[in-house]
């Protein structure tokens, strides 16, 4: 990961210029023989008109809409059952670790020797601890970052974690060596060279990082999510990287500041990409099968006997490389609950540009894991626009579409953007330009760390800190994404550990009870203490608005008002208060607008209120609240 200043969305410029990639033909086993949830008037029976707008996760918006009707069609977008799975894990731990955190930077060049990826002591099951400690419930692990080094044994670069001194138990053995090389002699024509020797000499049971990853966060029971950065360094072609390379150390020699990523290319300035040349190489579009099948491809077989599917495409040297990544990772490693791809295209400035082809990956991605929760792809879940960890007070999971979500990064399609302020008001969904309306729920993403890789000189945010956050993100209506970057030494630091632990600590303590339980009219409250989505409290006759009231249980004390929404029925209020009562009068407690999935509102510690009151003052339809929750802020623990 890498600011966003760095990332360029290709959006519907990439499927534009690839007007005719696509997958000509569906899998010849499908994982679901299903087609993606992104159709085009699925939910509607007309255009403009009256007719009854079924629930879906994505509707078209028609030119005869008016905004009303569009409105109604906002109401009736709900998430798909993975969507609401997702947002329920609340935080999701993320794992930079790579040829970065040996270089000591955040942007790698993709010239690197694969030796310099060293580490002692990779002990994941520690990470795994750490998370664990932290409440975390999904992890994710950067399987590619933007320098194009690979910490799993792909078969189509030679600059993977197979080339490292990792993949062996110690220095390799005779066996080993020679094998080593032999593929260093063929890399040059041979992308594939390291990949058939893998299994050569006295191999590490454990050098296969993502294998490893995936294994250990499963018996620790955590879903799982996998990075693969569609930028790669590492494929840049060497004619361009040498004239790339000349300028910045001109710019270097006449005193001008470099860039991240142009002081990380400075630095290697003696050394040539690591790959095969395939980035914005300009190479010709053509028919493609995936799984491309190399020399010696033990999936030959299953491919044969159509164990595997097979995809027919039209792609540019680059898009199946990509594609043929993202298929190992789908039938090899899955199942993977989210895939995270960025939009990074960081080289175009400098003349060099890649045209993602998303239509393609998206409709391989669905084909082969239909659950899958893609980052920025349709109904999948998008950035929430900064990397600090804070969402919006008013975050709408249901937002606008400039073009079809299937068809380029979500992140491009956003009319205003991903850091806009109103990112999903009635406003913003019924101005013109809007094609779409779809389910796409805020991730806030942020590092425990300054950085996204670990380096020395840098210390880990305080757990009190990281209740702050966790207030800012899972409290606003979205999944907190924390990055947790191990050492040099393959371990999650110390002091890391501790400040996760008394994070979790503290999570633990303040949400595990509700205070609201006991509190009467006894269904009334049991229907919003139940933890169940589809329990929920609705004003009568299918109105917009109304308002409840609780009588609270003896002596309860608390600071925090916690409201959740049935989103399987959609996100709705557009405005709310709460009160508390003494008897005789009513005090505010708090307002907001949106509730979405989880709000969280901080109030003065009430000591001993008598009662409760919600209304809900505006909202899109019918709303129906799920959760009420009173707590009581508990800190973390004293540091050891």
């Known amino acids: 990961m890498i600011s966003r200043r760095d990332l360029i969305a290709t959006g519907t410029a990439a499927a534009a210029a690839l007007a005719t990639s696509g997958l000509a033909a569906t899998a010849a086993r499908a994982a679901d023989g299903g087609t993606p949830a992104t159709g085009t008037g699925a939910g509607t029976a007309g255009s403009g008109g009256a007719e009854r707008i079924k629930p879906a996760s994505i509707l078209p918006v028609d030119p005869a809409d008016t905004p009303e009707r569009i409105i109604a069609k906002a109401a009736a977008i709900v998430p798909r059952p993975p969507q609401v799975a997702w947002q329920e894990r609340k935080v999701t731990g993320f794992t930079h670790f790579g040829m970065n955190t040996f270089t000591d930077r955040e942007w790698g060049s993709g010239c690197e020797d694969e030796a310099t990826f060293a580490p002692t002591a990779v002990d994941i099951d520690q990470w795994m601890r750490a998370y664990a400690a932290a409440g975390m419930r999904q992890v994710m692990l950067t399987a590619k970052h933007h320098d194009g080094f690979v910490v799993y044994p792909t078969r189509y670069t030679n600059h993977s974690v197979v080339a490292s001194p990792w993949w062996y138990r110690g ?46 966060a499963r018996r620790a029971g955590l879903k799982v999510g996998v990075y693969l950065s569609p930028a790669d360094g590492a494929e840049l072609p060497h004619a361009w990287h040498e004239t790339f390379v000349a300028q910045i150390v001109a710019k270097h020699d006449a005193g001008k500041p470099l860039s991240t990523e142009e002081q990380s290319t400075y630095d290697d300035r003696d050394r040539t990409p690591s790959g095969m040349g395939r980035y914005g190489s300009g190479s010709t579009v053509t028919a493609r099968t995936i799984p491309t099948l190399v020399e010696g491809d033990d999936r030959a077989g299953a491919v044969a006997a159509g164990r595997l599917p097979v ?65 920025a792809g349709p109904q999948g879940t998008r950035w929430v626009g900064n990397e600090g960890g804070t969402a919006r007070l008013t975050e709408w999971s249901v937002t606008p579409a400039t073009a079809d979500p299937a068809t380029a990064h979500g992140e491009g399609l956003l009319p205003r953007g991903a850091q806009v302020t109103d990112i999903g008001s009635d406003a913003a969904i019924t101005a013109p330009g809007v094609k779409y309306l779809q389910w796409f729920p805020a991730e806030a993403d942020v590092s425990i760390r300054p950085g996204w890789f670990w380096h020395a000189d840098e210390q880990p945010k305080t757990a009190e800190q990281l209740v702050s956050l966790y207030g800012t993100s899972v409290g606003r209506n979205a999944v907190l994404l924390l990055n947790v970057p191990p050492n040099t030494s393959g371990r999650v630091d110390d002091a890391d550990v501790s400040e996760l632990t008394r994070f979790g600590t503290a999570i633990a303590a303040t949400y595990r009870r509700n205070l609201l339980e006991g509190a009467r009219p006894a269904a009334l409250a049991g229907t919003l203490t139940d933890g169940r989505l589809d329990s929920s409290w609705q004003p009568p006759a299918r109105a917009t608005t109304g308002s409840f009231v609780l009588q609270l249980p003896d002596g309860v004390e608390f600071d925090q008002v916690l409201l959740g929404e049935d989103i399987t029925r959609g996100q709705h209020v557009q405005g709310f208060t709460v009160e508390a009562g003494d008897g005789t009068t009513w005090t505010p407690l708090a307002s907001g607008t949106t509730i979405g999935y989880s709000r969280i509102l901080t109030v003065p510690l009430q000591t ?3 009662a409760l009151r919600v209304t809900i003052t505006e909202a899109r339809a019918t709303p129906h609240l799920s959760t009420l929750a009173l707590h009581r802020t508990a800190p973390p623990p004293p540091a050891s």
């Open 171 to 216: 220095a390799p053995d005779a066996t080993a060596a020679a094998a080593r090389a032999r593929a260093a002699d063929a890399r040059g024509d041979d992308y594939a060279a390291f990949w058939k020797i893998r299994g050569e000499g006295n191999v590490n049971p454990d050098g296969d990082i993502l294998g490893t990853y995936l294994a250990a």
């Open 608 to 610: 001993g209120p008598h």
């Open 311 to 375: 995809f027919r495409v039209t792609a540019d040297d680059y898009n199946a490389y990509y594609l043929n990544q993202l298929y190992e990772l789908f039938t090899q490693y899955g199942p993977i609950d989210e895939l995270w791809l960025d939009g990074a295209n960081p080289w175009t400035s400098s003349g060099i540009s890649e045209a993602y082809d998303f239509t393609t990956w998206f409709r391989l991605i669905h084909e082969l894991s239909p659950d899958t929760v893609t980052f």
